[in-house]
């Protein structure tokens, strides 16, 4: 993020797309340097890998890039709020339900809590297939902001005419307001009015209300939420 950070600020209309191009291939060097140092050879499921999202504007036009499991919420002037559609967040979500769901599974037949199985090493070997297909064309892959080349081109660039919009939403996959039982407009309603820490704070309570995931089937009690 440091060199993604310094190649925007020194060149700030530099396309997002190459500047992100531009800030893998360096990361993918300090692995390289890393694996040679320590004679190893990391697995792809290994190395360091993250959703990204990126929002530019000049004041007209507003850019935003997306990559991994993230989540942007568009206001409109006119009342409508829209979801950027994220290929590669829907892939990851359809994978990890297919987790979740099979731990639900779990639960029932041991007569036991939905977190008391994701140590089960089903469960981990299903982990560690889905994560194999990160940054990947294969059946169900997806890509994330990691140290694969050409990644960069597998996100979603897309621009906005600013005297259309209110306003936006950029979150991390962590900021899960469905367990809210609120839609995108909902939301985006009480963040306008109460801020984004409010929201952030009721979604914590939430959650530790379900320390064990039965009501809301999660991998763990609460995941990055910015």
């Given at each position: 993020m440091g060199i993604l950070q310094r190649v925007l600020t020194q060149n700030p209309t530099y396309d997002l797309q190459d500047a992100v191009d531009f800030s893998i291939s360096k990361a993918i060097d300090e692995i390289d340097d890393?694996?040679?140092?320590?004679?190893?050879?990391?697995?792809?499921?290994?190395?360091?890998?993250?959703?990204?999202?990126?929002?530019?504007?000049?004041?007209?036009?507003?850019?935003?890039?997306?990559?991994?499991?993230?989540?942007?919420?568009?206001?409109?002037?006119?009342?409508?709020?829209?979801?950027?559609n994220n290929p590669n967040q829907k892939a990851l979500q359809r994978l990890d339900k297919s987790v979740l769901d099979r731990m639900v599974e779990l639960a029932k037949e041991r007569n036991c809590d939905v977190i008391d199985t994701r140590t089960d090493d089903e469960i981990e070997k299903m982990l560690q297939v889905n994560r194999s297909k990160k940054n990947s064309n294969c059946p169900d892959g997806y890509w994330v902001c990691g140290t694969t080349e050409g990644t960069a081109k597998h996100g979603v660039c897309v621009s906005f005419n600013n005297s259309e919009i209110s306003g936006f939403l950029?979150?991390?996959?962590?900021?899960?307001?469905?367990?809210?039982?609120?839609?995108?407009?909902?939301?985006?309603?009480?963040?306008?009015?109460?801020?984004?820490?409010?929201?952030?704070?009721?979604?914590?309570?939430?959650?530790?209300?379900?320390?064990?995931?039965?009501?809301?089937?999660?991998?763990?009690?609460?995941?990055?939420l910015t």
């Open positions: 890393y694996e040679k140092k320590n004679g190893i050879t990391l697995e792809e499921y290994q190395k360091p890998s993250a959703g990204l999202s990126l929002l530019r504007t000049d004041g007209k036009t507003t850019e935003i890039y997306l990559i991994g499991d993230t989540q942007t919420l568009v206001a409109y002037k006119d009342g409508r709020v829209t979801t950027v950029l979150a991390s996959d962590g900021f899960d307001f469905s367990v809210l039982g609120l839609d995108e407009k909902q939301v985006y309603k009480l963040i306008s009015e109460k801020g984004t820490k409010v929201v952030s704070t009721l979604i914590r309570k939430q959650q530790e209300q379900d320390p064990k995931c039965n009501k809301f089937p999660r991998f763990k009690q609460g995941d990055d």
